[in-house]
Structure formats: structure tokens, C-alpha cells
């Protein structure tokens, strides 16, 4: 891994044509890190989440922005996942998994998702969450959490033996096996088997890392704290 200096200032997010900065989904608390959002369209409705750290959510109904159920509301989440029909929010949420059931094929302009909760296989807090097919998701946290389903539908979650105690900030596959989690301290886990067992790597830097994105197998990237900026082309080996 070489370490690369530089300040980041923001996160633009291209869909279909339109250029969106964090600030056109501002509605009066801060939104995190977690914005992801998949087309799949329909029409011309998409099918997006955008997650507050501080107060619930919001959804893209094709034509605007709405507020998630109000039972959702003071629940603390983190980041979301969007996969073909389904997604997931995970969170401060005790010990729960928010999984959406797309209701995109409503009468438009109405979009009305089903909500449902699936236990998280931990009780810990949960920042991150990826899927690389239906087949294979993980999450990870506080204590060094990480969670794994394989269940095809993202319902059944399980801990799995993790090499670090310190908070986990972000997880991503490189591709189907590979897949790297980061978090304090500089921490780099790496898995090899899809994320059933996981090892650390040698990690230039102590500054938290806060997300990490692989383009293949062996080229990826991390950010965090200080503006540290991580690159490999060798899987960080």
C-alpha cells in the first residue's frame, strides 16, 4: 500500500445525467457518509436511500425526496445498500438489519417501500454494509464486528471471527472472494474466502480509515482522518 496525502472536500453523485452534491438532500440533520443509491430503472423512476446519521432517512420516490416511516425516526443509521429490488440500512440500531422490499412498481408519482427488520447477528453498532451478489453480503462495526449473510436474501445474518477489536468504518469486495474492511487505527482486514474468515495487513498509516473501494481484486483505495489517502495495485500485499 502507498500512502497519499490530500484533503478531501466532498462527494458528488452522478445518476442518469444529473449531478447531485450532499447538500440537495439536506433537510435539517447532517447526513453521513452513507449515500448509495441504484437506478434500476423503471421508467424513468430510480430507486434510491439517502441516510442521516442523526434522524432517520429519506427515499427517492422518482419525482422527490420523503421521509422513511416515522417509527424509523431517532433510530441512528449509517450506511445503505442497494441490490437489484432490495436494500439494507444498518446502524446504531440494536441489533437489527432495515431491509427494503422495492415498491417501485406503485402508480406513479407514489413509491412505497415495505420495511421490515432482520436480526444483525451482533448487538454491536454497524457502519458499513456491502453486498457482492444476493448471495453474499457483510456489515461491519463497533468491537470489530463483522456480520455475513449467504442466505440468498439478506434475512439471515451471523458473526464471524474477526482479527480486530477496534471500530470498522467501511467493507467493500474487490470481487466475489476478495473483500477488505478498514477502521481505527489504520486498521486493514482483508478476506480471501468471501468473508467467512479474515487476517490484517500491514497498514502504512495510523489515522482512521473511513471507506475503502476496490476496483478489482488487486487495485483498491482507502480514505480517512487527516485526509490520508491509501492505494494498491497488489491487494495490499
Not at 12 to 23: E, F, W
Not at 57 to 78: E, H, L, Q
Not at 195 to 221: D, H, K, M, N, Y
Request: net charge neutral; hydrophobic share 40%.
Amino acid at each position: 500500500l502507498e500512502n497519499i496525502h490530500g484533503p478531501l472536500y466532498g462527494l458528488l453523485v452522478h445518476l442518469g445525467g444529473a449531478v447531485s452534491s450532499g447538500n440537495d438532500f439536506h433537510y435539517g440533520h447532517r447526513l453521513h457518509a452513507g449515500l448509495r443509491m441504484s437506478m434500476a430503472r423503471r421508467g424513468l423512476r430510480g430507486a434510491g436511500v439517502a441516510v442521516s446519521g442523526e434522524a432517520g432517512f429519506k427515499y427517492f420516490s422518482g419525482y422527490s425526496w420523503v421521509c422513511g416511516p416515522s417509527t424509523f425516526a431517532g433510530k441512528v443509521f449509517y450506511d445503505v445498500f442497494r441490490l437489484g429490488s432490495s436494500g439494507w440500512i444498518v446502524g446504531d440500531t440494536g441489533g437489527l438489519i432495515y431491509k427494503l422490499e422495492d415498491g417501485s412498481a406503485s402508480t406513479p408519482p407514489s413509491y412505497t417501500p415495505t420495511w421490515t427488520t432482520v436480526p444483525a447477528g451482533t448487538a454491536q453498532v454497524l457502519r458499513a454494509i456491502t453486498f457482492s451478489g444476493a448471495s453474499s453480503g457483510l456489515a461491519v462495526g463497533a468491537a470489530g464486528a463483522i456480520v455475513r449473510s449467504t442466505d440468498g436474501k439478506g434475512e439471515v445474518w451471523g458473526a464471524v471471527t474477526s482479527p480486530a477489536s477496534v471500530e470498522l468504518w467501511d467493507v467493500a469486495f474487490a470481487d466475489a472472494s476478495h473483500a477488505f474492511a478498514v477502521g481505527a487505527g489504520g486498521t486493514i482486514l482483508t478476506s480471501a474466502d468471501g468473508g467467512q474468515s479474515w487476517s490484517a495487513q500491514a497498514s502504512p498509516t495510523t489515522a482512521r480509515l473511513e471507506g475503502v473501494c476496490f476496483a478489482s481484486a488487486s487495485e483498491g483505495w482507502a480514505v480517512g482522518a487527516g485526509g490520508v489517502i491509501l492505494h494498491t495495485t497488489s491487494g495490499g500485499l
